[in-house]
């Protein structure tokens, strides 16, 4: 039945239907609306449906939507009686009737929709009596007859040549009632499995009402249990503190970022329009500026200053853990609006649960008992319900009864009529029928003024034998009131004075709390500071360690004796390095000054060169003229032919 949903949901999304239903809403529609959808689907396969529902009979509808069903050949599941059930159910909007019609109509609407158009054609037409006197008419109305005459006797002949092909096999009769009763039992099956899968569906709605419920009830009870003055103040104080950190860290960060970013786009705003030699520049003076911090970066590491580095660990510690306090404190904010959206909508709800039936939420049996009286007023429900369905079929039925009664009526009335007017008495009846209304009117009106003052003097009794026994009823109450007034003021006395007594005991306690609080808090920033102090010597030490322990490497491998060992100081290795590039700026120079020493005959000679070669081509261009001849590079054609003259 899910899937079935979701298929009819999809396809009534799209084109052209477009409609904004998910499963929940549509499974949600009220019967009419119900109806509503499936007659929106017959128009699209037949634009005659076109028909508001509100404005038509129920009779009318289920008449309409069946005759066009039978047209396109729908077949309804189960039997005669289960046939009965279909109409029924078509007539009051049941969704286990017309859920199957949607999904089956939604599967084929290009292929109903030309069964639809050919339908027309196709079907017999009822021709009125009066017009089969015609004719042409009687022999076209004959001739279609004696057409499905003979199309009905090639139907029977096939059927028997079948049933004598058949009745050759053995036991035929037995596979016939076997096979007739396998097609009844998958229907059936059919059937039960829709009938599971809606009462799964009931199950698991069921099963997710009780758990919204017993996790509510687990909030409810949390929320009691911990109402302790205790744990109040630990949740204000938790509350204060992290208000205080939004107010006086958070909230003023946030306000500074949008403020520079807001002042780098007013800034950037106000300056022109740069162009690409602006863009340029801009890039050179980047290039310079990071050439910049690596030249600080290098002198930095050349320094190797351990306390910077070990500050830096701390700076790099302490900005995680200020991000880290950050993403938790809007964590927490988001968890604190969720919070305050679903007490809103629990709240809501219980107002609305109020509203409804004027009771509390209900708990533990109350609730049990609550849940046992509403199943069986469920149980009531459906079977008036389906009382009410029945008397809805039986109106349409009386309806029409009452419609074929009524013509019945007017043609007597004119046969009436006629046969006054042929007699020379015409109104005769039609004075008498008034005469015995009005007489009938005025029984009825004079036994009705009788009733009246009969009952209005019953009343008046009645109610005066009320008012004495509710005075006699209520005296008893009003002394037992007036002693419950006077025994409640006594209480909202000794209450007013109880609470005095709280209210001062509770003062006496507050301030001795905060004071040791403030006791506290400072022994706990004093074990801190020394904590911090200790691990930063302890730090401090582990480094200076590690640079002795190089320092000895490095005396040792310089005092040695062993070139190898030499040759691994840093000190050797550096002295190598520096030799290596004096050596090579040396190289460098010499070519640099070769360069500079030929630079200025190399550029006379090739400014020779190319004026040789202008010179060489002018005359190669002078001699071409002289000949008459193309120049070479160009096309002619010869003999119909292109040529390229070399």
Request: charged content about 35%.
């Given at each position: 039945m899910s899937d079935q949903i979701k298929f009819i949901v999809d396809s009534l999304s799209t084109e052209p239907f477009r409609k904004s239903y998910n499963l929940i809403t549509f499974d949600s529609l009220e019967p009419m609306q119900l109806l509503q959808v499936l007659s929106d689907v017959l128009a699209e396969i037949d634009p005659k449906q076109i028909v508001d529902i509100r404005e038509e009979m129920p009779e009318q509808t289920a008449r309409r939507m069946l005759s066009l069903l039978g047209t396109l050949k729908y077949k309804p599941p189960g039997n005669a009686a289960d046939m009965s059930t279909f109409r029924q159910g078509l007539v009051i909007g049941s969704k286990p009737v017309i859920y199957p019609v949607l999904h089956w109509l939604l599967q084929r609407t290009s292929e109903l929709k030309k069964r639809a158009y050919l339908a027309r054609f196709l079907?017999?037409?009822?021709?009125?009596?009066?017009?089969?006197?015609?004719?042409?008419?009687?022999?076209?109305?004959k001739q279609d007859i004696s057409a499905m005459e003979e199309e009905k006797d090639q139907l029977i002949k096939r059927v028997e040549r079948?049933?004598?092909?058949?009745?050759?096999?053995?036991?035929?009769?037995?596979?016939?009632?076997?096979?007739?009763?396998?097609?009844?039992?998958?229907?059936?099956?059919?059937?039960?499995?829709?009938?599971?899968?809606?009462?799964?569906?009931?199950?698991?709605?069921?099963?997710?009402?009780?758990?919204?419920?017993?996790?509510?009830?687990?909030?409810?009870?949390?929320a009691a249990a911990d109402a302790k003055p205790e744990s109040l103040?630990?949740?204000?104080?938790?509350?204060?503190?992290?208000?205080s950190y939004v107010v006086t860290e958070k909230f003023p960060k946030e306000l500074e970022s949008k403020r520079k970013e807001l002042h780098f786009l007013q800034k950037v705003v106000s300056e022109p329009a740069m162009g690409h030699s602006d863009l340029l520049?801009?890039?050179?003076?980047?290039?310079?500026?990071?050439?910049?911090?690596?030249?600080?970066?290098?002198?930095?590491?050349?320094?190797?200053?351990?306390?910077?580095?070990?500050l830096s660990l701390y700076r790099q510690q302490a900005s995680i853990l200020a991000r880290k306090k950050e993403a938790k404190a809007e964590e927490l904010q988001e968890a604190k609006e969720k919070l305050a959206s679903l007490e809103r909508e629990v709240s809501v709800k219980a107002n609305q649960t109020r509203e409804f039936d004027g009771t509390e939420v209900l708990k533990?049996?109350?609730?049990?008992?609550?849940?046992?009286?509403l199943r069986s007023k469920s149980t009531v429900f459906k079977k008036k319900h389906q009382i009410i369905a029945e008397f809805k079929a039986e109106f349409g039925l009386l309806q029409r009864t009452e419609e074929l009664l009524k013509q019945r009526h007017e043609n007597i009335q004119q046969q009436l009529q006629t046969t006054e007017e042929k007699r020379g008495v015409s109104g005769y009846s039609y004075t008498q029928e008034e005469l015995e209304r009005v007489s009938a009117l005025k029984s009825e009106v004079d036994e009705m003024k009788g009733r009246t003052l009969d009952d209005m003097s019953e009343m008046v009794k009645k109610l005066n034998s009320l008012v004495a026994?509710?005075?006699?009823?209520?005296?008893?109450?009003?002394?037992?009131?007036?002693?419950?007034?006077?025994?409640?003021?006594?209480?909202?006395?000794?209450?007013?004075?109880?609470?005095?007594?709280?209210?001062?005991?509770?003062?006496?306690?507050?301030?001795?709390?905060?004071?040791?609080?403030?006791?506290?808090?400072?022994?706990?920033?004093?074990?801190?500071?020394?904590?911090?102090?200790?691990?930063?010597?302890?730090?401090?030490i582990k480094g200076l360690r590690v640079q002795l322990r190089?320092?000895?490497?490095?005396?040792?491998?310089?005092?040695?004796?062993?070139?190898?060992?030499?040759?691994?100081?840093?000190?050797?290795?550096?002295?190598?390095?520096?030799?290596?590039?004096?050596?090579?700026?040396?190289?460098?120079?010499?070519?640099?000054?070769?360069?500079?020493?030929?630079?200025?005959?190399?550029?006379?000679?090739?400014?020779?060169?190319?004026?040789?070669?202008?010179?060489?081509?002018?005359?190669?261009?002078?001699?071409?003229?002289?000949r008459g001849q193309t120049p070479a590079g160009q096309v002619i054609q010869e003999g119909g032919e292109d040529r390229l003259v070399l």
């Open positions: 079907i017999k037409l009822e021709v009125p009596s009066e017009f089969l006197q015609d004719e042409i008419v009687a022999d076209t109305n079948l049933k004598k092909r058949v009745e050759t096999v053995q036991n035929h009769q037995r596979m016939l009632q076997i096979a007739r009763q396998l097609r009844v039992e998958k229907e059936r099956e059919e059937f039960l499995a829709q009938q599971k899968q809606e009462q799964k569906n009931q199950l698991f709605h069921a099963v997710q009402r009780l758990q919204r419920a017993h996790s509510q009830l687990k909030s409810l009870r949390h103040m630990k949740r204000l104080e938790e509350e204060i503190k992290f208000n520049e801009l890039e050179s003076q980047i290039n310079e500026i990071n050439t910049q911090i690596n030249q600080l970066i290098e002198k930095k590491m050349m320094r190797n200053e351990p306390i910077e580095g070990k533990g049996d109350e609730f049990k008992r609550y849940v046992s009286k026994e509710k005075k006699s009823a209520l005296a008893p109450v009003i002394k037992d009131l007036r002693q419950l007034r006077q025994k409640c003021q006594e209480l909202t006395q000794e209450c007013s004075e109880k609470k005095s007594q709280y209210d001062s005991c509770a003062a006496g306690l507050e301030s001795n709390r905060s004071k040791l609080e403030q006791e506290v808090r400072g022994l706990r920033d004093e074990c801190l500071q020394e904590e911090s102090r200790y691990h930063y010597t302890n730090c401090m190089r320092a000895a490497d490095e005396m040792r491998a310089y005092v040695s004796s062993d070139q190898q060992e030499k040759r691994k100081a840093v000190r050797e290795q550096y002295t190598k390095n520096i030799a290596e590039q004096e050596n090579l700026g040396k190289k460098l120079q010499e070519k640099q000054k070769a360069v500079r020493e030929s630079h200025g005959p190399n550029m006379k000679q090739v400014k020779m060169w190319r004026d040789f070669e202008q010179l060489m081509a002018c005359k190669r261009e002078c001699f071409l003229q002289q």
